[in-house]
């Protein structure tokens, strides 16, 4: 069974571009949820999205968006690109509550 | 607010030893706990989990220990390996607000020391 996959692995924008992100879950999970990860403060839930629509949300700025197709893939969208948005762009999918969340390799995300 | 919380930073132990990882939680609606396991540049890898209704659950090197009452839990890892230098987050999921959440905490650093 394939894992999570994150596309791209890395990325150089500059500040006040645009930048989409994609993750395709585990066949069969239709829950996705998305982290940024910068160091020293652990994973920040961004979102999740659960057959197709937005279930929960973390306190990031409307600038980070994301949606979920039908075939349970994800996107993430970051406009207007800020220094302080460089980090580790993480994806998780999970087949349902309580239930582990499985993560992908990420996407590194450099904004200069 | 921080629900899951991982107050120490960073832990080093010596190769063979025990290797104790403990995480606080807040909101008394959790009933599931994960520990992960991260390494550079990757995403975090699901190591184990305990449900509300035990207090230990048990693989291989790895117990996690649940108390509910305190609202603790810890990861022992015993005998303690150089492979297992890693950044471990405690997770904590169940329903808020109508929805069920999955809460990570900040994450400690282990470093295993041969």
């Known amino acids: 069974k394939a894992g999570v996959t994150q596309t791209p692995r890395y990325l150089i924008k500059t500040r006040g571009q645009q930048v989409t992100l994609s993750c395709s879950p585990i066949?069969?999970?239709?829950?996705v949820s998305w982290y940024q990860q910068t160091p020293g403060q652990g994973l920040q839930f961004l979102f999740e999205?659960?057959?197709?629509?937005?279930?929960n949300k973390g306190n990031f700025p409307g600038r980070f968006s994301g949606r979920q197709f039908s075939n349970s893939r994800s996107e993430m969208n970051v406009s207007t690109l800020e220094l302080g948005d460089s980090a580790l762009y993480l994806c998780?999918?999970?087949?349902?509550?309580?239930?582990?969340?499985?993560f992908g390799q990420g996407t590194r995300l450099t904004v200069v | 607010d921080q629900q899951v919380k991982q107050n120490s930073p960073s832990l080093s132990v010596q190769e063979g030893r025990i290797s104790i990882l403990n995480c606080d939680y807040t909101?008394?609606?959790?009933?599931?706990f994960l520990w992960y396991k991260k390494y550079p540049a990757e995403g975090p890898t699901f190591l184990i989990s305990?449900?509300?209704?035990?207090d230990k659950n048990e693989d291989g090197r790895f117990t996690v220990f649940l108390n509910k009452s305190a609202k603790h839990l810890s990861l022992h890892i015993v005998p303690s390996q150089p492979g297992d230098s890693a950044v471990y987050f405690c997770?904590?999921?169940?329903?808020?607000?109508?929805?069920?959440?999955?809460?990570f905490g900040k994450g400690t650093k282990l470093t295993v020391n041969p």
């Open positions: 998780a999918s999970r087949s349902g509550a309580g239930t582990e969340a499985f």
């Open positions: 066949s069969g999970h239709r829950s």
């Open positions: 999205y659960f057959s197709e629509t937005q279930r």
């Open positions: 909101n008394s609606m959790f009933d599931y």
């Open positions: 305990i449900s509300s209704i035990k």
């Open positions: 997770a904590a999921s169940g329903y808020q607000g109508g929805s069920e959440k999955l809460v």
